[in-house]
C-alpha cells in the first residue's frame, strides 16, 4: 500500500514539474546546446556561409583566443562584476538591510520611503529603467545630474561619454539593491534575538557580535546572493545595450555586448557562438564554485 501511494507521490510531483522542465529543456538547454554545436562551425547570417556551412573544429576558439578585443571585453565585465555586484548590490544591500533591521527608529521612520525608493527598479523593466537613466544623465545642463552639480557651479559633464562605465556600474547597483535588500532582511529577521543578547552578555562587542554571529549565520545567504547577482550580471546586455551600445568606443563593450556585436553586427555566428560558449563554461565553473562554498557551510 505505501509503495502505491509513494508511487502516486511521485507521479504527481512528475505531472507538476513535466511543464516547468519541458520550458526550461525548450528555452534554455535546447538553445545552449544549438550555440555550442553552431561554435565549431562557420555559420553567418549572411553571405556564402550562411547557406554552406562547414565543420572547422576548434578554428573559432583559436581565433577568439588571439582577438584583443575578446580578452578586453573580459576584463571590463569582471571589472563592472566586482565592483557592481559584489562590492556594490552585496555590501551596500547588505547593510541597508541590516541598519533597518538593527535601528528600529530608522525602521519605524524611514520604512515607507524605503520601500518606495529601493523597491522601484524591480518593478520597472529593464528598458524603461535605462531610458530614464539616460534622461537623468544626459550631459547637456538640463540634465538631472548636471542641474544638481550646477547647483555647486560644477561644469556639465557628459556622463555616457566621458564616465560610461562608472555610470553603467551605479545604474546597476541600482537596480541589485532591491533584491539584496529583501533577501538580507528576511535572513536578518530570522537571527535569533536570544542569541544576540546572550553574546553581550558574554561580552562580545558589537563588531564581534557582527562578524562572528551574524556573518557567521548569514554566509550561506550571501553566498547564494553573491552567485545569483555574479551570474546575472556577468551576463547582462540589455541594460549597458540601451544606456551606450557599448560605448563610446569600447569603452563599456562587456562580453554579452561582444557577443551580440560578433553575431547581429558582424553576422558571425559561429564566431559569436564560440564567444558565448566561453561565457557559458565561465558561469558553469563559478556556480560550482559557490555550490560548493554553500555545500561546505551548510
Given amino acids: 500500500m505505501r509503495r502505491i501511494q509513494s508511487w502516486r507521490e511521485g507521479l504527481t510531483v ?16 535546447a538553445p545552449g ?3 555550442v554545436v553552431q561554435s565549431f562551425t562557420d555559420r553567418a547570417l549572411v553571405g556564402r556561409n550562411a547557406a554552406n556551412v562547414q565543420f572547422i573544429g576548434l578554428d573559432n576558439y583559436a581565433q577568439l583566443a588571439g582577438d584583443p578585443d575578446f580578452s578586453a571585453s573580459l576584463v571590463r565585465t569582471v571589472v563592472f562584476v566586482l565592483l557592481s555586484a559584489i562590492v556594490g548590490q552585496t555590501i551596500l544591500g547588505f547593510l541597508t538591510a541590516y541598519l533597518l533591521a538593527t535601528r528600529p527608529r530608522w525602521r519605524l521612520r524611514f520604512s515607507p520611503l524605503f520601500a518606495a525608493i529601493f523597491l522601484l527598479p524591480l518593478a520597472v523593466p529593464e528598458a524603461v529603467a535605462a531610458l530614464a537613466w539616460a534622461s537623468i544623465a544626459n550631459g547637456t545642463e538640463q540634465g538631472f545630474l548636471n542641474r544638481m552639480t550646477g547647483a555647486f557651479g560644477a561644469e556639465p559633464v557628459q556622463w555616457l561619454q566621458e564616465h560610461a562605465m562608472a555610470t553603467i556600474i551605479v545604474v546597476n547597483i541600482w537596480r541589485g539593491i532591491p533584491f539584496a535588500m529583501v ?4 535572513a536578518l529577521e530570522g537571527i535569533s534575538r536570544e542569541v544576540l543578547e546572550m ?3 558574554d561580552g562580545a562587542t558589537a563588531w564581534q557580535q557582527f562578524r562572528r554571529i551574524i556573518l557567521g549565520i548569514l554566509r550561506p545567504q550571501i553566498l547564494l546572493f553573491l552567485m545569483l547577482t555574479t551570474i546575472t550580471t556577468f551576463g547582462i546586455f540589455g541594460l549597458v545595450y540601451f544606456l551606450t551600445r557599448g560605448g563610446p568606443g569600447d569603452a563599456t563593450t562587456l562580453i554579452g555586448i561582444y557577443i551580440y556585436l560578433q553575431g547581429f553586427k558582424f553576422f558571425e555566428i559561429g564566431f559569436g557562438s564560440a564567444a558565448a560558449t566561453v561565457m557559458l563554461v565561465i558561469l558553469l565553473t563559478l556556480g560550482v564554485y559557490y555550490v560548493r562554498l554553500m555545500r561546505e557551510q551548510a
Fill in 14 to 29: 512528475a505531472a507538476f514539474l513535466a511543464p516547468a522542465l519541458a520550458l526550461i529543456g525548450l528555452f534554455t538547454v
Fill in 33 to 35: 546546446i544549438w550555440a
Fill in 183 to 186: 533577501l538580507f532582511s528576511a
Fill in 199 to 201: 553574546s553581550l552578555v
